[in-house]
C-alpha cells in the first residue's frame, strides 16, 4: 500500500525544500511501518497546462500497516508540522501498486 502526497507549487520554493526535506522527512522516517519513501520534484510540463511541484510516495506492507501508521503518534506530529508550512498544498491519498 502506498501513501501519496501531491504538493501544489509553493510560493517560496526554497523555503518549502528546506522545511520539507530538513524538518519533515525526518519526522515522516520515524513513522512506524514505513518500508520506503520516494520524492519526485517535477520540473516541466511536457503536455498539459500545469503540472504539482512535487509527488511522494511512502510504501507500507499493507492496508493494515498504513491504517496503523496514519493513526500513529508519530504520522500526527509529522502532519503537524506538515501544516506549519504547506497547509493547503497538498493533497494525501492511499493508492495500491500495479
Not at 2 to 10: H, R, S, T
Request: hydrophobic share 50%.
Amino acid at each position: 500500500m502506498k501513501l501519496v502526497a501531491i504538493y501544489a507549487a509553493p510560493q517560496d520554493p526554497e523555503a518549502f525544500d528546506t522545511a520539507y526535506f530538513e524538518t519533515h522527512v525526518p519526522l515522516i522516517k520515524q513513522v512506524p511501518g514505513l518500508l520506503d519513501m520516494q520524492a519526485v520534484k517535477l520540473t516541466r510540463v511536457v503536455v498539459g497546462n500545469r503540472a504539482p511541484y512535487m509527488v511522494v510516495t511512502m510504501s507500507f506492507a499493507d492496508k493494515d500497516a498504513l491504517k496503523a501508521a496514519m493513526a500513529s503518534p508519530e504520522m500526527a506530529a509529522a502532519g503537524a508540522n506538515l501544516d506549519s508550512f504547506a497547509q493547503g498544498q497538498y493533497t494525501l491519498c492511499f493508492g495500491e501498486g500495479l
